[in-house]
């Protein structure tokens, strides 16, 4: 679920030109979005942002701040099944986004730049975890860096023990594989970027299997 | 008359004719004549018969005299009524069934009772406030004498030959089945075996075989016995020495890190090369301790301006002095004096310490104050000279496995774990107390340690490898440290003899009297690769006694030894190994220990050269020079064997054969030798160590591709890739290690990629990348952790194969340079005569 203004996960998927309609777009105009979904190459199922007029985001962004469980109560409304999995794209925090999707979740991933500033960011971020599974994402991580080091055991240091640190590293692949309009790990299996976003995927999916009711 | 009648009586009941002649009588031996029956013997025909009544019974055959009703009820059911088996078919079908499992049941708990006894002296001194066992004095001295007395009546009870032959066999049977039953209970069976065969043999030896004839056989065959006697005494120390080797575990320390001592780190270094000290710098000043309580010092005896600039860039104390005078021992009394810390660890300047090295060891110094050192083995990551030449490199236990994995877990159990130089910590105050480093001798770590035992201290061994470094490269380096290290025992014997003198314990006099006396075996050697010569040369017989006599004795004793040795030794020493090791030492160590012997404070002290290069294949003829001789003289003796056994000596052609084998046997631990000497070329000047860890490769273009490292050395890195990727010439990349929560990339540059393997050198690094590098390899925890899961177990005929075929190879390898030094020099007179 892209729940993001700039309505880029569907040009990720190999949706080009972003798509129109999406669960914003029809919130705002009061259609229904259960038609707006899309179906990648690689059978990922997208529900869009779709474009917004600067005034329908403020319309729409003011609806979010009155009703904090706005998004709580659509995915409610979706018949997902038990064994399904929905991730949530939000915008960059602070914004509503971010605290309507923190609000949903069951699991938080909250994805890092590997620079100071946004370390300094996440640690300020107001949110309360409530017990539930939670891993930090190191994106764009390079060791050739020399201030790399450092923060990673800065990371380490001071953010919460329980949570893991996900590394994925910047990699050119990554990019190649977008303009290639191929997913990266038919672009590049060998890839670091892949490794590493399998290895963020099995832990997902072993969160998920556990949590998930006995079939 | 009775002759007549007993002809005629077995000619009847034969069949053949009386005058008949010879051929039928054998004929009919043999062959009955057509139509005539001869009846089984009354009891098998019972037992047939009972058997085939039960069978038919059983298996309910309907007309035993037609075979297709045996075979309808052979392989169909049973046709009509169901009847069980009768008791006692029933009872041996059972059994049949049942007995395999009984058995390996019993054996299995057997060996649970037997291995749950091996805990009990472990307790005492792994765990314990460590020394009740030794404190049962009464206890102790009690069972010895008992011992002992039995050992002497089970030595001098005279036994027929046969009877002899038939205890051997019986032993020999029993060692065969206990030898495969776990812990150390069964070891010791063994080893109480080997002791009473021995014994039976040298006391055979001494009573009943040394009625020589006057003159050169006496003289040769005293030789001879006190060789044997010798090799007798190591045996008894060594099953003493190793009787029960403790499996130490490291203890954890405080949580609380201001309780952890401060420690002084020394790398005492001399005309090394800094590339060599560098890694073991970096690494000890990465050790898992904290900041303010490491100090690290190097101690140059060198003075040279380069490594002061270094010592102190990296942030290491830089310690010079005015004199060199008792070489590193004076080295490192000098640093006692200018360092603070309460603990010094003491590494040689090549032997890189892993980061865990001070956590791992330092809880035994904290859990007992009266802990003066602890040792941790010193580990090769390059193959020594033995495993160079020989090929053998992780293959077979090297030469110092059995001393770090063995020896010094035994002494550990009798509270005698001897000091090594390096590798070790210890705690300043008793060091000081003693007066530094010993530098009476040119041993100067185990005359420490026989200090520091003598004013009650205890020692401790940790047989987890926590430092590695590079072995001695060519064989008369290897062969220059052993001699020093016999030098130096032989000094140590002569000036502060363990077996006098106050402040030990009998054990501790053992341990230390096997550890000095061992480095005597020298001219025993030499004796036994040329007693049977002195018979085929000369016919002197130096053993007064039958050939099958001498066999019945002398089998069980080597036998019966090697059978505990393997149990014992075999995950570290591989069966007739250490002949090989010791035919080779012989010459050279046997010299230097006399000379020691006889004027102990004379000589001096040499520096063993590492990380040296060898250019090119070649021979080294000038060390194995005493061995082509020793070849020569053991060949002529094969064949002088040869006439001895078919014409001249016919009338005793035991002794001739069993001289014969003996020189056989020589002939090959000596081709061994010879091997060992043939240097096998080297080209690399950092040995690579196999690590396999997750690694990124970064391409010049962006990408970045996961692979896994294959080996490392100081100057590259190996990786596996997992797909064939084509790198652009000598293009400058990274590749990334982790190492706990850090990655840390290094420049480097693809040198040569066969498939999917690529191999690439490292640029020249910044301090702190190198300092990283030695991290993320040398000194990575687990660096060493399963260096020798690949290797086997001793197998007593593998292993004999094994040298069997060294000898061989030895031999063309000496036959090839001789050829060669032929040629080599024809070619120089042929260049000699054409300038002339």
């Known amino acids: ?215 | 008359m009775i002759g007549q009648r007993l002809r005629l009586a077995c000619a009847a009941s034969l069949g053949v004719a009386p005058q008949a002649p010879l051929r039928t009588w054998l004929l009919r031996l043999l062959v009955l004549p057509p139509g005539q029956e001869r009846a089984w013997p009354v009891p098998l025909q019972r037992l047939a018969a009972f058997s085939v009544a039960l069978l038919i019974r059983e298996l309910d055959v309907r007309n035993p005299r037609q075979p297709r009703d045996w075979l309808r009820a052979l392989l169909l059911q049973p046709s009509s009524q169901q009847r069980g088996p009768s008791p006692l078919a029933w009872l041996a079908l059972r059994l049949w069934q049942r007995l395999p499992q009984a058995l390996r049941t019993r054996i299995l708990l057997l060996g649970h009772r037997v291995a749950g006894f091996d805990v009990i002296p472990h307790l005492k001194r792994a765990e314990g406030s460590s020394h009740q066992l030794l404190d049962h004095r009464f206890a102790g001295n009690t069972l010895i004498v008992l011992g002992g007395a039995a050992l002497l009546v089970a030595a001098s009870t005279p036994f027929e030959l046969w009877q002899q032959l038939m205890v051997f066999l019986c032993m020999w049977v029993v060692s065969l089945y206990v030898r495969r039953l776990p812990g150390n209970a069964p070891a010791l069976m063994l080893v109480m075996f080997s002791l009473f065969a021995s014994a039976r043999y040298i006391w055979w030896r001494l009573t009943q075989t040394l009625g020589l004839q006057s003159g050169a056989s006496f003289t040769l065959g005293m030789g001879l016995i006190a060789a044997e006697s010798y090799t007798w005494l190591i045996m008894l120390l060594g099953y003493v020495q190793n009787a029960w080797p403790l499996q130490r575990r490291p203890l954890p320390l405080p949580l609380d890190v201001r309780l952890w001592p401060t420690v002084d780190v020394y790398i005492p270094t001399y005309n090394e090369p800094l590339g060599v000290v560098k890694p073991t710098l970096l690494a000890a000043l990465g050790l898992d301790w904290p900041r303010d309580k490491l100090n690290v010092y190097l101690l140059d005896d060198g003075r040279r301006d380069s490594f002061r600039r270094y010592a102190q860039e990296c942030g290491a104390h830089y310690v010079v002095r005015s004199d060199n005078a008792h070489a590193k021992a004076g080295n490192l009394n000098h640093a006692l004096g200018v360092s603070k810390g309460e603990f010094i660890a003491i590494f040689d300047c090549d032997h890189v310490p892993v980061r865990s090295f001070l956590q791992t060891t330092m809880g035994w110094f904290l859990k007992d104050p009266l802990c003066a050192m602890l040792q941790t083995p010193h580990h090769f990551f390059s193959p020594d000279p033995f495993e160079k030449n020989l090929g053998t490199f992780r293959r077979v236990p090297n030469e110092g496995s059995l001393f770090y994995g063995l020896v010094q877990a035994g002494n550990d159990l009798w509270n005698s774990a001897f000091f090594c130089g390096s590798c070790a910590i210890l705690r300043r105050a008793p060091l000081q107390q003693i007066g530094g480093i010993a530098v009476e001798t040119v041993t100067e770590d185990a005359h420490t340690a026989l200090k520091l035992h003598r004013r009650g201290y205890t020692t401790f061994y940790l047989g987890m490898i926590q430092a590695a470094g590079l072995a001695t490269e060519s064989l008369s380096g290897h062969v220059g440290q052993r001699i020093r290290w016999a030098r130096g025992m032989a000094q140590i014997f002569r000036l502060d003899n363990p077996f006098l003198g106050k402040g030990l314990t009998l054990f501790q006099r053992l341990c230390y009297g096997n550890a000095m006396l061992h480095f005597f075996y020298g001219l025993p050697r030499l004796v036994f690769l040329s007693a049977p010569l002195a018979y085929l040369y000369f016919e002197l017989h130096i053993i007064n006694a039958a050939a099958a006599t001498l066999a019945a004795y002398v089998l069980p004793h080597l036998v019966q030894a090697n059978l505990a040795n393997s149990r014992m030794q075999g995950r570290f020493r591989h069966s007739f190994w250490a002949e090989a090791y010791e035919t080779v030492l012989s010459w050279y160590i046997t010299l230097p220990t006399t000379l020691a012997m006889i004027n102990p404070r004379a000589g001096s002290f040499n520096v063993t050269s590492k990380g040296g290069l060898i250019q090119r294949n070649y021979f080294d003829w000038g060390i194995s020079m005493p061995y082509v001789v020793l070849i020569g003289m053991n060949l002529i003796g094969v064949l002088l064997a040869i006439p001895r056994l078919l014409y001249w000596n016919t009338y005793e052609g035991g002794t001739v054969v069993l001289n014969a084998a003996w020189t056989l046997f020589n002939l090959v631990m000596l081709g061994t030798a010879v091997g060992v000497a043939a240097e096998s070329r080297q080209i690399r000047s950092s040995h690579r160590v196999p690590l396999c860890l997750p690694a990124s490769l970064y391409l010049p273009d962006g990408r970045v591709v996961h692979c896994d490292t294959e080996d490392y050395s100081t100057g590259g890195i190996a990786v596996r890739l997992p797909s064939p990727l084509t790198l652009p010439q000598g293009a400058l990349l990274h590749v990334a290690i982790s190492r706990g929560g850090s990655e840390f990339a290094f420049p480097c540059r693809a040198v040569v990629a066969v498939d999917t393997r690529i191999g690439l050198r490292l640029e020249t690094l910044s301090d702190e990348q190198e300092k990283q590098l030695i991290a993320c390899t040398f000194g990575r925890a687990d660096a060493w952790l399963d260096w020798t899961a690949g290797i086997p177990q001793d197998q007593p005929i593998t292993s004999i194969g094994e040298v069997l075929a060294f000898g061989a190879r030895g031999y063309l390898q000496l036959a090839r340079s001789v050829v060669d030094a032929i040629t080599a020099r024809r070619l120089r007179r042929r260049n000699a005569a054409a300038a002339h």
């Open chain 1, 1 to 215: 679920m892209d729940f993001d203004p700039q309505n880029l996960l569907g040009v990720y998927l190999g949706a080009a030109p972003p798509p129109e309609h999406g669960l914003a777009s029809c919130a705002v105009r009061g259609t229904s979005w259960s038609e707006t979904a899309l179906i990648s190459e690689q059978q990922v199922r997208l529900l869009p942002h779709g474009k917004l007029s600067s005034a329908e985001r403020h319309r729409f962004e003011q609806e979010l701040a009155q009703q904090p469980q706005w998004l709580q109560q659509r995915l409610a409304q979706i018949d997902l099944g038990d064994t399904a999995v929905c991730l949530i794209d939000a915008a960059r925090a602070p914004s509503v986004y971010a605290e309507q999707a923190l609000a949903a979740a069951d699991c938080v991933l909250l994805v890092l730049g590997s620079d100071l500033p946004s370390f300094i960011a996440a640690r300020e971020l107001p949110w309360s975890r409530d017990g539930r599974p939670f891993a930090w994402v190191l994106n764009r991580a390079d060791p050739r860096r020399r201030l790399e080091q450092d923060l990673r055991v800065l990371m380490r240091a001071s953010l919460s023990e329980d949570a893991p640190l996900f590394v994925v590293h910047r990699d050119e692949s990554v990019a190649e594989a977008q303009a290639a309009d191929q997913p990266l790990a038919e672009y590049a299996p060998h890839c670091q970027a892949t490794f590493d976003l399998q290895a963020l995927g099995t832990w997902l999916l072993g969160l998920h299997h556990a949590t998930a009711p006995a079939a």
